[in-house]
């Protein structure tokens, strides 16, 4: 099981001209396909007049959600080209967008794979790659008494409260790296008291 992979911190950007035509790339961290939905929408409102929005993205630990388009342009010659950085840069829960604006004349189907990939290539060279952990997480039915035990786990494992309900019966969901689940899972069942109801 993977415990950790890449992405970009921040959103990123790149601007070239090839031929009259006018490149401009986008890179975003993306956590859903709503996202991806989002970002086209809204450089689709703020260039307007353009040509082509183009893109690729890649979602989950493995990578293994991914789409591409070529809105537009010859088969293969912008989406995959794009996906393809994507691969290369070895990074997921990646958008790359890239707007183009047609200048006149037509670059040939090599010529557009070459823009494109160049394209995707700067955004993601402009932008910051991490390492993220990947989580789990889990939600947890206890007394109000045992709040103590509760919160002394939190602190011992860095776990992050996603949720809570602190009342006589009282419920938590927590999120923790997939590094740490082994030694969580035995020391939760050192404590009855705390009853999983739910893992994500």
Do not use: W
């Amino acid at each position: 099981m993977l415990e950790e992979y890449r992405t970009i911190k921040s959103p990123s950007e790149s601007y070239f001209k090839e031929k009259a035509s006018k490149f401009y790339s986008f890179a975003y961290p993306i956590q859903s396909e709503t996202e991806v939905k989002e970002r086209i929408n809204t450089l689709k409102n703020q260039y307007k007049d353009a040509g082509h929005y183009c893109y690729a993205f890649k979602l989950g630990v493995k990578g293994e959600k991914y789409r591409y388009s070529d809105d537009g342009e010859p088969n293969n010659s912008a989406g995959k080209p794009i996906y393809g950085q994507l691969n290369s840069f070895n990074i997921t829960n990646v958008l790359v967008v890239i707007v183009r604006y047609f200048g006149g004349t037509k670059l040939g189907v090599g010529g557009l794979v070459q823009a494109y990939k160049e394209g995707a290539r700067t955004a993601l060279e402009n932008a910051t790659i991490i390492t993220k952990e990947v989580t789990e997480q889990i939600t947890i039915h206890f007394k109000y008494e045992d709040m103590n035990v509760l919160m002394s786990l939190v602190k011992i494992f860095d776990l992050k409260i996603i949720a809570q309900k602190f009342e006589l019966d009282c419920v938590i969901t927590l999120e923790y790296s997939i590094k740490k689940k082994a030694n969580l899972m035995l020391k939760l069942e050192n404590y009855p008291k705390l009853t999983i109801i739910e893992k994500v």
